[in-house]
């Protein structure tokens, strides 16, 4: 519904829930997905031809991590993902979804003992994708002593309770969730190696019926 619609109470039923007009889909929801492969090795080869070209994005971001570079103004480069995301919002819409709006982009190449804190996005569904999780990495939290497993993970943290939810990544895994999830990447200790991860906003979403949503100006001026 736009701005000043409403509800004529004619077509109601009895008992009929009635929901506020809000924007925080998929609220608590990470919505996972797997990769094709082909794609993730053509963005992780694209990354390093260009990594010396790329803009260093630090300042911008909430990690304690030395790379993170931007490249939300590389079109060829946003073209090597930009459909497999917009089919995967896709499903999550039930195939109603015609384009989606990305905002910014970057990639994060994390070695031993960075991190990044806790954080929140803007826009309103961000997206991680994996494109390299050395088996290294992955194994670190079985070494821990106590009853916490954290090495190496991503945990999210409830917008509604006081629950989280950790996950154990691999190479190929993509992540959609609201840009509003608080969510934590933890340290690993593994020396000479990395864990590179695509991340990134989705501003805006048209759907096939006209729809369209856009982030509002508050969102627009955190940007």
Known sequence: MGENDFIDTEILNQGQFLSFKNNSFFEDQIFYFRTFPRITEKILKTYKNQKDTLTDTRKNLAGDIKEEYKIDDRKEFVKLFKSTLTERIN????GGVKEVGIGPVWINEMKSGE??????????????WYLDIPEKIRKEHMK???????KGLIEFQSLI????????????DLLIFNSRQPHIVWPFETKNVSRISLAGNVMS?????????EPSPSWEERK
């Open 91 to 94: 499903h999550i819409f039930n």
């Open 115 to 128: 991190y990044n804190p806790t954080h929140q996005h803007i826009g309103y569904f961000s997206f991680i």
């Open 144 to 150: 821990q002593k106590g009853n916490t497993p954290s």
């Open 161 to 172: 309770g006081g629950g989280d939810l950790k996950l154990n990544p691999r190479t190929n």
């Open 205 to 213: 979403i048209e759907f096939k019926d006209g729809r369209k949503i």
